[in-house]
């Protein structure tokens, strides 16, 4: 610095040559101008740092995993309402079924008595 102080015409490469000598194509020399990784990356947190931040992401985590598996007990519960729901109307339609078999068959045999007395009846 105190060169490029002393003889500002003097160009980058100029000082580059006088630190570090001649250069050669196979080396590169990189004198802190530029972006770092710092910059792009921010300071590295601490040690203390890291673990306190892994244990508020191991409470979320234990957080999440609780709320899913009250999620998962709940549709379970809602699950068996619906298959007891289904049962039940499953027994409702059944007997409705039976009922209509026997409604069915009553009306047929009083149809069928009626016929048979009807003709009967002709026939006298």
Known sequence: MEE?????????????????????????????YGTKPEDIRGPQPSKAEL???????????????GRMDNIEQHEANHQK???????????DIDKLEAKIKML??????????????TFFFFLD
């Open 51 to 65: 673990k306190a931040e892994l244990l508020i992401k191991d409470q979320q985590i234990s957080d999440l995993r």
């Open 104 to 117: 069915a068959d009553l009306l047929l045999g009083e149809q069928s008595n009626t016929k048979v007395s």
């Open 81 to 91: 309402e619906i298959n007891d729901m289904q049962e039940a109307h499953k027994r």
């Open 4 to 32: 490029s102080n002393n003889n500002p015409s003097m160009s980058q490469f100029d000082l580059v040559e006088k630190c570090f000598g001649v250069q050669d194509r196979d080396r590169v020399i990189c004198f802190g």
